[in-house]
C-alpha cells in the first residue's frame, strides 16, 4: 500500500494499517528527511521511493513479516533495492535513538514495577512408539511363506 493513498485515511484507520499514530510517522518521516538530506547535500541519485514510502514499507517489513520479494514486487522496485531502503530506515532511525526503548540500566534505578511473563518455548521430545523387534521378525516370516 502506498503513502499516497493512506495519508488521507483518518488518524485509527492510519494507525490500524502502519501500526504507528500519524504523528509518530510524521515524526519519523522528519527524521529520514534531515538524514537523507545530510547524506545527499552534495547530490546524488534520488531514490525510487519517496521516503514516506521507505518508511511504509519498514514498517510492512517488521509488522506484518512480509518477505523482501512480497514487499518490493508491491511497491514495483527490485528485491535488492527494498532490502537497501528498508535497512537505511531501520539504521538511521535506531541511530537517532528517539524510538528507542530505555536500556537494562535505566530500567533498574527507576523505581516503576514491572511485571514480566516468561514463556517456556523449549523443545520436548516428541513421543512416538517404539519399534520391538520381537514383533518385526515373525510378522517377516509370515509374509515368506
Known amino acids: 500500500m502506498k503513502y499516497e493513498i493512506i495519508k488521507e485515511y483518518n488518524d485509527e ?18 527524521i529520514l528527511q ?7 547535500r552534495r547530490r546524488g541519485r ?14 510492512e517489513y517488521l509488522r506484518e513479516y512480509r518477505t523482501y520479494a512480497h514487499i518490493a ?4 522496485i527490485d528485491e535488492s533495492n527494498i532490502y537497501r531502503a528498508i535497512k ?11 524510538f528507542s526503548l530505555p ?7 527507576s523505581d516503576a514495577e514491572y511485571e514480566v511473563i516468561l514463556i517456556d518455548a523449549t523443545e520436548t ?7 520391538n523387534r520381537g514383533n518385526i521378525i515373525p510378522e517377516r516370516k509370515k509374509d515368506t511363506h
Request: charged share 35%; net charge positive.
Open 13 to 30: 484507520k492510519f494507525r490500524r494499517i502502519t501500526g504507528v499514530k500519524k504523528t509518530t510517522f510524521e515524526k519519523m518521516i522528519e
Open 46 to 59: 534520488k531514490p525510487k521511493l519517496s521516503i514516506e514510502n521507505q518508511l511504509l514499507a519498514t514498517l
Open 103 to 109: 536500556g537494562r540500566k535505566e530500567l533498574l534505578k
Open 125 to 131: 521430545p516428541i513421543e512416538r512408539p517404539q519399534k
Open 88 to 98: 537505511w530506515v531501520e539504521d538511521v532511525l535506531i541511530k537517532d535513538g528517539t
Open 73 to 76: 514486487a508491491s511497491y514495483g
Open 34 to 40: 534531515k538524514s537523507y538530506a545530510e547524506k545527499h
